[in-house]
């Protein structure tokens, strides 16, 4: 321990199992799905299947990061909202975050071009220590990302995926100007945040209050992403319409043209066939979220947005 280090606890993650060559434990979940998909189980009983098995693999990572002595962020006490505390957004409120954010990161916008590894290592840093400010304890955890798990052939909407039980972290599709902010979702899991709007949350706050231009970029492109689906949502409704609502909201959004590009590329236009299969394991995904204590899916950009106004206005 260091001079500087004084009053700051480390706790070292081992992550040993992020090293294997296959993701073990997503095999287990998703040998069972594959099989009833193909043979055709009803969805109801997939669903509730596939989410009992989350819950469990989700319950049994708690305990294990429990024992490690891991103190956890208190998300109500310390920012004043949290997954069961969310003050509505108003839409007009969201209309204006949509101007102010797309002026911010059209001003800051820069490439991404240092390699992944290294990026990993600045994220995963700036999430440290960010947790550590708030709780006092360094959760030091692997920089490890693998381009590969099986959850991404079942969930194509997701961007990357992170094992509850291993510690396990893939990224599935370069996203460009996101991709810092995926990878520290990922890593909040890692460090034992398993609620989706938790990680969400804090892999916007460390970036943010990061200081590196690269990991603030990133952090307020996904505050607009986020916001731009929920009003798109809201204006359109959900599905297709909606989907094509985000690209018109794109379009008119005056960004700068890489970043055009990236948000669009961030909700691909899907055949009726790829949309159907991305409706069902979507209705699955939100099930399994439910079922563990969320709101489902929209704690992604709903629940999210919702979490950030919360806490710069105040509390819920
Ligand atoms: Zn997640």
Known sequence: MTASDQGVERIRIPN???????????????????????????????????????????????????????????????????????????????????????????????????????????????????????????????????????????????????DFISGDVAIFRDTGVFEPHVIAHEFSHRKGYFKELEAQALAYLSLEASDDPLLVQSAFCERLHRQLRVVARKEAGSGAAGEDHYHDLVDRADLRPELRWAFHALVPRLSSAERAMTTVMRRLYDERMRLTGQNGITDYDEGFTRFLYGFENGGA
């Open 16 to 162: 040993r199992v992020a090293h294997s060559p296959v993701a073990l434990p997503d095999v287990m979940l998703a040998a069972p799905l594959l099989s009833r998909l193909l043979l055709g189980a009803s969805g109801p009983g997939l669903a509730i299947q596939a989410a009992a098995l989350g819950a469990y693999a989700g319950s049994a990572a708690k305990d294990w990061i429990r024992r490690l002595g891991v103190r956890k962020i208190d998300f109500l006490a310390v920012f004043g909202a949290d997954v069961g505390h969310l003050p509505a957004m108003p839409l007009a409120a969201r209309r204006s975050e949509i101007a102010v954010y797309a002026r911010r990161v059209n001003e800051l916008y820069r490439p991404i071009e240092m390699p992944r590894d290294e990026l990993a290592a600045r994220v995963n840093e700036a999430l440290t220590r960010y947790i550590a400010g708030i709780t006092g304890q360094r959760v030091e955890t692997s920089d490890a990302i693998r381009s590969f798990m099986l959850a991404q052939f079942f969930f194509p909407f997701a961007l990357g995926g992170c």
